[in-house]
């Protein structure tokens, strides 16, 4: 069985170039005590978030990508949107939170016999992600991804973890293909892989593009959906001129 969000595909709505930026800062974010400020650090460490909601949004709205290949210089109105969306993808830095506890190396390899106490990646894929994600997609809606790449507990491995677009999906029995967007490879056809036939077991994730076929990125150890809320792209919509 087959699912796609309807006239959605990364190579007529992803944008035109790679999510790889100068060094460029990019904001900060104040927080009530005893939080404190968070420092997104600068736009060479990513915006996949941003641009993801960015292709979200002109979805949205009807409007295809600007067909320009390069990134927008900082300054612009189109950087300045791409980075106020990666902040938005941050969810008040829920999500943050959300790939340090996945990433945590203290997560068993197998489900214990309590669930929501211990629960492993495999299960937090299985039983408690992936019924979501199949339930928006089935409703023709884009489900925000969050992949997490690393297994380890040390906050500052948080920039190795990476934020795409599920789109659709190919269900053979147990045998799950997540379509994706990931602002990584513009304009590609992504598949993430998984079994999903046993949740309190053990799995394996596979990734990468399908033509050509490069499989090579296989450090995906989870992935979940966070939320998203569409925002009217006023820089990026083809209607606007003046984006500079």
């Not at 990364?10 to 404190?36: K, Q, V, Y």
């Not at 990646?121 to 489900?143: C, F, N, S």
């Not at 006023?234 to 209607?239: G, I, L, R, T, V």
Request: hydrophobic share 35%; charged share 25%.
């Amino acid at each position: 069985m087959r699912v796609e969000v309807p006239g959605f595909s990364p190579a007529t709505c992803g944008l035109r170039f790679a999510n790889s930026f100068p060094h460029e800062t990019d904001r900060e974010i104040h927080l009530p005590p005893p939080f404190g400020t968070i420092k997104l650090g600068d736009a060479a460490n990513g915006l996949c978030g941003g641009m993801g909601f960015t292709v979200a949004d002109l979805f949205a709205v009807g409007s295809p990508p600007p067909e320009d290949p390069d990134p927008p210089a900082a300054g612009t109105e189109r950087f300045d949107y791409l980075v106020d969306r990666q902040i938005d993808s941050l969810d008040a830095g829920r999500l943050p939170l959300r790939f340090y506890s996945l990433m945590s190396p203290l997560r068993p390899q197998r489900q214990g016999p309590v669930a929501g106490i211990d629960d492993s990646r495999t299960y937090v894929m299985v039983h408690l992600e992936w019924p979501k994600i199949q339930a928006e997609l089935d409703q023709g809606h884009l489900v925000m991804i969050g992949l997490v790449k690393i297994v380890s507990g040390d906050p500052r491995d948080l920039n190795h973890n990476h934020q795409v677009i599920a789109y659709g999906y190919d269900l053979d029995g147990t045998d799950l293909r997540l379509l994706i967007l990931d602002p990584n490879v513009p304009r590609r056809e992504i598949e993430l892989g998984v079994d999903v036939s046993d949740a309190r077991g053990e799995t394996t994730v596979s990734y990468g593009t399908v033509d050509p076929p490069d499989w090579s990125d296989a450090s995906v150890v989870c992935f979940f959906a966070y939320p998203y809320a569409a925002r009217e792209p006023a820089p990026w919509a083809e209607s606007h001129r003046n984006d500079d």
